[in-house]
């Protein structure tokens, strides 16, 4: 064999085990990625709201999320005695699917209930982190109601794993009937961001790790953490335990 076939074939076994780390690598982050957008854990099996669960979920013993304060927005009953705080981001493709549960389990517990969205936009989703602040800026200069009617519209639109248009921001606060002006200096100033990478870093303390993780906390301030865009029935288990508390 000649010097120049020994050398071509080194240089295709250097190929073949170069790529085949290369897979492994990707692999990996592929799995990482996955993980921290639908939460897995090992005490829950997360499920997409499009998909049946896997296993019959239960929630889980938390530590305490921070108390619900007035930099908090309220959806429901302000007064109710059960608050459901999710964390989450706009990017997330489950959380968008997640969505309708919340309002559904609204409608159900009425004035027993309230939700409180908080912040967690994963470093991946390149436009997630802005867009937490878009609502912000939207709460504003809106008010409690402007914010979970831009936050709604941002879900709705958004395309999962690509995020809502960081320049499509302003137009919808406009359609809201915000002031664009007003809305895109709010914006543009950074106002919010330490507001939000605040609220990640209060999420971690409390044992969040992904996208969603939603805490059932009851009259005593207890707490159980359900993870992952769960069927309903996970959350009608948790708040029907919750309110039994007395």
């Given at each position: 064999?000649?010097?120049?076939a020994?050398?071509?074939?080194?240089?295709?076994?250097?190929?073949?085990?170069?790529?085949?780390?290369?897979?492994?690598?990707?692999?990996?982050?592929?799995?990482?990625?996955?993980?921290?957008?639908?939460?897995?854990?090992?005490?829950?099996?997360?499920?997409?709201?499009?998909?049946?669960?896997?296993?019959?979920?239960?929630?889980?013993?938390?530590?305490?999320?921070?108390?619900?304060?007035?930099?908090d927005?309220?959806?429901g009953?302000?007064?109710?005695?059960?608050?459901?705080?999710?964390?989450?981001?706009?990017?997330?493709?489950?959380?968008?699917?997640?969505?309708?549960?919340l309002?559904?389990?609204?409608?159900?517990?009425?004035?027993?209930?309230?939700?409180v969205?908080?912040?967690?936009?994963?470093?991946?989703?390149?436009?997630?982190?802005?867009?937490?602040?878009?609502?912000?800026?939207?709460?504003?200069?809106?008010?409690?109601?402007?914010?979970?009617?831009?936050?709604?519209?941002?879900?709705e639109?958004?395309?999962?794993?690509?995020?809502?248009?960081?320049?499509?921001l302003g137009?919808?606060?406009a359609?809201?009937?915000?002031?664009?002006?007003?809305?895109?200096?709010?914006?543009?100033?950074?106002?919010?961001?330490?507001?939000?990478?605040?609220?990640?870093?209060?999420?971690?303390?409390?044992?969040?790790?992904?996208?969603?993780?939603?805490?059932?906390?009851?009259?005593?301030?207890?707490?159980?953490?359900?993870?992952?865009?769960?069927?309903i029935?996970?959350?009608?288990?948790?708040?029907?335990?919750a309110?039994?508390?007395k």
């Amino acid at each position: 064999m000649t010097s120049e076939a020994n050398e071509l074939k080194s240089t295709n076994k250097f190929l073949v085990i170069a790529l085949i780390i290369a897979a492994f690598f990707l692999g990996s982050l592929t799995t990482k990625v996955a993980t921290l957008e639908k939460n897995t854990a090992p005490a829950i099996v997360p499920a997409d709201a499009n998909q049946p669960a896997k296993a019959n979920p239960s929630p889980v013993a938390s530590k305490k999320p921070k108390t619900v304060s007035a930099s908090d927005h309220i959806r429901g009953n302000k007064n109710a005695k059960i608050t459901l705080i999710t964390y989450s981001d706009y990017e997330c493709p489950f959380c968008k699917n997640f969505e309708p549960t919340l309002k559904q389990l609204l409608d159900t517990y009425g004035d027993k209930i309230r939700l409180v969205l908080r912040h967690y936009p994963l470093p991946f989703h390149a436009n997630a982190q802005k867009e937490a602040e878009a609502s912000e800026c939207a709460a504003q200069l809106g008010g409690n109601d402007v914010f979970w009617k831009y936050s709604d519209a941002i879900f709705e639109r958004t395309t999962s794993g690509e995020g809502f248009p960081l320049d499509n921001l302003g137009p919808l606060a406009a359609e809201l009937g915000i002031n664009q002006q007003q809305f895109q200096s709010c914006l543009d100033s950074g106002k919010y961001e330490k507001l939000v990478k605040g609220s990640i870093a209060e999420g971690q303390g409390a044992g969040v790790q992904g996208t969603p993780s939603t805490f059932i906390v009851d009259a005593k301030s207890n707490n159980e953490l359900v993870v992952g865009a769960q069927p309903i029935e996970a959350f009608k288990t948790a708040v029907d335990k919750a309110l039994a508390v007395k």
